[in-house]
């Protein structure tokens, strides 16, 4: 087989998705979004750089390579994807694609590279495992239908938090209520989620709390008095607007297993079906049981899995 690198442009999305309907057939909707959001990365304000390999015999896209800045990620920490028509990655295309990315890599100076993969996706994870990448992680995907969502039973659970004192209030209340949220809600973020996610910078969490993603009306805080002791979340999906993402469940050590947690979901799940959401999506890591195990009773079940994979690159400068 004869192939040719080529960079990546706006006229080979419809291949690359078919490319990757092939190569991921248990995922459709999963692989639409993802072609949505690789459309809407600004180049000017990220890192990246995708190439498409075309077999010369057929004149078929046959590959697709990226390496690319995500979010709040530093410039040297770069995200890398591989999606390639079943049985050509070992066939030339992967090992090629890798390559000039990996080229890529050196003459940008990059770091580190991170992947998230489908654990089912076996052939790609022992490709890339074989040139460096670790697991560090397991990620499981998990949804629920709102539509049959039963949040009336569990009612009783934020009485009994309200009972307690502890008062639930969404973000826009809390920025009338005080000046400071911003600085106050980065210092409970990283209290909160710091024994499974990297601490975040206050930078990157402004950044991350302005975005369009996250939804002020979606978003909710839990306080005892003054101090503030949980929140959650919810995001838009860009360009779903039946889906909705919960994310950012989190309470302080000393108030957890008092069913706090709980009640700030169900304030989430009450939000998105107000908000017209007939889904909400929401990841957890295999290491959180009990994260796991609350949004199984709250209705979620599980759909994927993934792998978190990285490499630290030692460049020679």
């Given at each position: 087989m004869a192939f040719v690198l080529r960079p990546f442009i706006e006229e080979y999305s419809e291949a690359v998705l078919a490319i990757a309907h092939a190569a991921i057939p248990y995922d459709p909707e999963g692989n639409?979004?993802?072609?949505?959001?690789r459309k809407q990365i600004d180049e000017q304000l990220f890192r990246r750089r995708h190439y498409v390999v075309v077999d010369?015999?057929?004149?078929?896209?046959?590959?697709?390579?990226?390496?690319?800045?995500?979010g709040s990620d530093p410039p040297q920490r770069l995200r890398l994807y591989l999606i390639v028509l079943p049985g050509y990655l070992r066939s030339g295309v992967g090992r090629a694609l890798y390559g000039r990315l990996m080229s890529d890599v050196e003459?940008?100076?990059?770091s580190s590279l991170w992947?998230?993969?489908?654990q089912q996706d076996t052939e790609l994870l022992g490709f890339v495992q074989e040139r460096g990448f670790v697991q560090t992680s397991l990620i499981r995907e998990l949804?629920?239908?709102?539509?049959?969502?039963?949040?009336?039973?569990?009612?009783?659970?934020?009485?009994?938090?309200?009972?307690?004192?502890?008062?639930?209030?969404?973000?826009e209340e809390e920025r009338?209520?005080?000046?400071?949220?911003?600085?106050?809600?980065h210092d409970l973020y990283n209290a909160v989620l710091d024994d499974v996610y990297t601490p975040l910078t206050f930078q990157d969490f402004v950044?991350?709390?302005?975005?369009?993603?996250?939804?002020?009306?979606?978003?909710?805080?839990?306080?005892?008095?003054?101090?503030?002791?949980?929140l959650s979340a919810l995001a838009y999906i860009e360009g779903d607007p039946e889906q909705a993402l919960q994310h950012w469940t989190g309470v302080l050590p000393d108030f957890r297993r008092q069913g706090i947690a709980t009640a700030l979901r169900l304030c989430t799940i009450d939000a998105a079906l107000r908000l017209g959401y007939k889904t909400l999506t929401t990841f957890t890591n295999h290491s959180e049981p009990i994260t796991l195990a609350l949004n199984e009773k709250l209705g979620f079940h599980r759909l994927f899995a993934y792998?978190?994979?990285?490499k630290t690159v030692q460049n020679q400068s």
């Open positions: 639409q979004r993802w072609l949505r959001e010369t015999d057929t004149h078929d896209i046959v590959g697709y390579g990226a390496i690319e800045q995500q003459t940008l100076k990059v992947m998230q993969e489908y949804r629920l239908t709102l539509a049959k969502a039963n949040i009336t039973q569990m009612v009783s659970i934020v009485d009994r938090v309200a009972a307690r004192g502890i008062i639930i209030s969404s973000l009338l209520r005080s000046r400071n949220i911003a600085r106050r809600l950044q991350r709390l302005d975005r369009p993603r996250i939804m002020p009306q979606g978003f909710f805080i839990a306080r005892k008095d003054d101090r503030l002791i949980g792998v978190i994979l990285e």
